[in-house]
C-alpha cells in the first residue's frame, strides 16, 4: 500500500489504488445506493461507538421514482450494513438523493428533486432536521428551508420538457452535506452541463452559521476543465470535514474524464475551490458516462489513529450486471491524511483559493456568459 506522501510525490497512473482495492464490509441488496455514513456516537446521537448508515432504496435498477430511505443502525466499519435496520418514514422524492449530517441540532437531511412529475409542495430540495434518534425513527422532522430549482447561480443546461423547465435546476445526483470548524454547512447537489448523455459536475449552495442558503457557485476543481464538459463527468461529491484539519473539507468523487473513471480526492479551503483530483480507487467506465463505483458519504476516525471511508462498488444498473455490488473500507494513517493536507492547502493557497473573505461565491473563472446559464445572461442584461 502506498502512503499519501509517495502519492503526492509521482505521477498518478490510471491504475493507482494508493489504499488498495478495500475490504469488503457490507453487500448491498437490490438496488441500494447513495449511502450515508454517520458518526453517531461520536456525535452524541447515539450510544458511544455507534454507526448509522442511511441508503437510497426503491425499485431495479435505479429506484426513483418508487424510492426510500434505509437505516442500519447497528454499522461498523467492519460491517456497514449491521443490524437492527429500518425504514425511515422519508418521501420518495426526498429519499431520491438524500444527503445527512450529523451536528449540534442533531441529524440534519437534505434531499429532493426540482421535477414536473413529482408534486407542486415536494419539490425541490428539502433541508430538515431530526434532533433525536426516536425523531428521525418517527418522522418527526423540522424542515427549516426548501431550495428551489430556481436557486440563484443554480447551473442546468440539460433539456428534458417533460422534467424541468429551462434553465431550471433538477438536482438529479446525490445529495451531500458538510459542516466545516466555523459552523458554515456547505449543500453539493448535481450541476449538469450537456443537454444530454453527460456533463454531469456539482455545484454548491453555503449557509453560514444560523443564516439562509446563499446561491449556488459551481465547483472549481484545480486542473479540471470543466467548462469542456462533453467528455468529462463528475457523478457527484461526497464531503465531509477533514479530521486531520477542520477548517477544511474533504471530498471523494466519482469520476470518468473520457479516458478513465476512478474515485478521486481533493480539498478544499473554501467549500467551492478544490485540490487537483488525487485517484484512490481505479473504476470501471460504463455508459452515459457514468463510473461503477461510487464513494458513500462520511467518513470515520477509527481507535488506531487511521481515518476510514468506504466505497459503493459496482453500483447496480451501472456496473455490468453479473457483478454483485460491494461496500468497501478504504484507511488511510492520520499522519498521512495529515500530510496530504498540508501539501493541498499550499496549492490552494498559491493559487488563492485559501482565502475567501467572505464572500460568496467565489470569483469565478473567466468565460463568456453562456457558461453559466440563462441566469448569467439575465443578471448581464438587467446590469446593462
Given at each position: 500500500?502506498?502512503?499519501?506522501?509517495?502519492?503526492l510525490?509521482?505521477?498518478?497512473?490510471?491504475?493507482?489504488?494508493?489504499?488498495?482495492?478495500?475490504?469488503?464490509?457490507?453487500?448491498?441488496?437490490?438496488?441500494?445506493r447513495?449511502?450515508t455514513?454517520?458518526?453517531?456516537?461520536?456525535?452524541g446521537l447515539d450510544?458511544?461507538?455507534?454507526?448509522?448508515?442511511?441508503?437510497?432504496?426503491?425499485?431495479?435498477?435505479?429506484a426513483?421514482?418508487?424510492?426510500?430511505?434505509?437505516?442500519?443502525?447497528?454499522?461498523?466499519?467492519?460491517?456497514?450494513?449491521?443490524?437492527?435496520?429500518?425504514?425511515?418514514?422519508?418521501d420518495?422524492?426526498?429519499?431520491?438523493?438524500?444527503?445527512?449530517?450529523?451536528?449540534?441540532?442533531?441529524?440534519?437531511?437534505?434531499?429532493g428533486l426540482?421535477?414536473?412529475?413529482?408534486?407542486?409542495?415536494?419539490?425541490?430540495?428539502?433541508?430538515?432536521?431530526?434532533p433525536?434518534?426516536?425523531a428521525?425513527?418517527?418522522?418527526?422532522f423540522?424542515?427549516?428551508?426548501t431550495i428551489?430549482?430556481?436557486?440563484p447561480?443554480?447551473?442546468?443546461?440539460?433539456?428534458?420538457p417533460?422534467?424541468?423547465?429551462?434553465?431550471?435546476?433538477?438536482?438529479?445526483?446525490?445529495v451531500?452535506l458538510?459542516?466545516?470548524?466555523?459552523?458554515?454547512?456547505f449543500?453539493?447537489?448535481?450541476a449538469?452541463l450537456?443537454?444530454k448523455?453527460g456533463g454531469?459536475?456539482?455545484?454548491?449552495?453555503?449557509?453560514?452559521?444560523?443564516?439562509?442558503?446563499?446561491?449556488f457557485?459551481?465547483?472549481?476543481?484545480?486542473?479540471?476543465?470543466?467548462?469542456?464538459?462533453?467528455?468529462?463527468?463528475?457523478?457527484?461529491?461526497a464531503?465531509n470535514?477533514?479530521?486531520?484539519?477542520t477548517?477544511?473539507?474533504?471530498?471523494?468523487?466519482?469520476?470518468?474524464d473520457?479516458?478513465?473513471a476512478?474515485?478521486?480526492?481533493?480539498?478544499?479551503c473554501?467549500?467551492?475551490?478544490?485540490?487537483a483530483?488525487?485517484?484512490?480507487?481505479?473504476?470501471t467506465m460504463?455508459?452515459?458516462?457514468?463510473?461503477?463505483d461510487?464513494?458513500?458519504?462520511?467518513?470515520?476516525e477509527?481507535p488506531?489513529?487511521?481515518?476510514?471511508?468506504?466505497?459503493h462498488?459496482?453500483v447496480?444498473?451501472?456496473?455490468?450486471?453479473e457483478t454483485a455490488?460491494?461496500?468497501?473500507?478504504?484507511?488511510v494513517?492520520?499522519?498521512?491524511l495529515?500530510?496530504y493536507t498540508?501539501?493541498?492547502?499550499?496549492?490552494?493557497?498559491?493559487r488563492?483559493?485559501?482565502?475567501?473573505?467572505?464572500?460568496?461565491?467565489?470569483?469565478?473563472?473567466?468565460?463568456?456568459?453562456?457558461?453559466w446559464?440563462?441566469?448569467?445572461?439575465?443578471?448581464?442584461?438587467?446590469r446593462?
Amino acid at each position: 500500500m502506498l502512503s499519501f506522501a509517495l502519492l503526492l510525490t509521482r505521477a498518478v497512473a490510471a491504475n493507482d489504488e494508493p489504499f488498495g482495492s478495500g475490504v469488503v464490509v457490507g453487500r448491498p441488496a437490490g438496488a441500494a445506493r447513495y449511502f450515508t455514513v454517520v458518526d453517531a456516537g461520536r456525535r452524541g446521537l447515539d450510544a458511544p461507538g455507534a454507526v448509522w448508515v442511511l441508503g437510497r432504496t426503491g425499485d431495479w435498477p435505479d429506484a426513483f421514482p418508487h424510492s426510500g430511505t434505509r437505516i442500519w443502525l447497528g454499522a461498523s466499519s467492519h460491517n456497514l450494513l449491521g443490524p437492527p435496520a429500518a425504514d425511515l418514514p422519508v418521501d420518495e422524492n426526498a429519499s431520491a438523493n438524500l444527503g445527512a449530517l450529523a451536528g449540534p441540532r442533531g441529524l440534519e437531511l437534505a434531499g429532493g428533486l426540482e421535477n414536473l412529475q413529482v408534486p407542486e409542495a415536494r419539490r425541490g430540495i428539502r433541508v430538515f432536521e431530526a434532533p433525536t434518534k426516536a425523531a428521525l425513527l418517527r418522522g418527526a422532522f423540522a424542515t427549516s428551508a426548501t431550495i428551489r430549482g430556481g436557486a440563484p447561480g443554480c447551473l442546468e443546461r440539460r433539456r428534458v420538457p417533460h422534467k424541468i423547465a429551462p434553465g431550471v435546476c433538477e438536482f438529479d445526483g446525490r445529495v451531500s452535506l458538510a459542516r466545516r470548524a466555523d459552523g458554515d454547512v456547505f449543500l453539493y447537489a448535481r450541476a449538469n452541463l450537456r443537454q444530454k448523455n453527460g456533463g454531469r459536475y456539482v455545484q454548491v449552495a453555503r449557509r453560514r452559521g444560523g443564516g439562509g442558503w446563499l446561491g449556488f457557485a459551481p465547483l472549481q476543481v484545480d486542473g479540471y476543465p470543466w467548462q469542456q464538459c462533453f467528455d468529462r463527468n463528475v457523478y457527484f461529491a461526497a464531503v465531509n470535514a477533514n479530521p486531520a484539519d477542520t477548517s477544511t473539507l474533504l471530498a471523494l468523487m466519482p469520476v470518468n474524464d473520457g479516458a478513465r473513471a476512478f474515485v478521486g480526492l481533493a480539498l478544499s479551503c473554501d467549500g467551492a475551490r478544490f485540490s487537483a483530483l488525487r485517484p484512490v480507487l481505479a473504476s470501471t467506465m460504463a455508459p452515459y458516462g457514468r463510473s461503477s463505483d461510487h464513494p458513500a458519504d462520511g467518513l470515520l476516525e477509527e481507535p488506531n489513529g487511521d481515518v476510514s471511508f468506504f466505497v459503493h462498488r459496482d453500483v447496480p444498473g451501472i456496473a455490468e450486471p453479473e457483478t454483485a455490488a460491494t461496500l468497501v473500507r478504504l484507511s488511510v494513517p492520520r499522519g498521512d491524511l495529515a500530510n496530504y493536507t498540508a501539501h493541498a492547502k499550499r496549492t490552494l493557497k498559491r493559487r488563492g483559493w485559501c482565502d475567501d473573505g467572505g464572500a460568496w461565491p467565489p470569483p469565478r473563472p473567466p468565460g463568456p456568459d453562456w457558461l453559466w446559464g440563462p441566469q448569467a445572461r439575465r443578471r448581464r442584461t438587467a446590469r446593462a
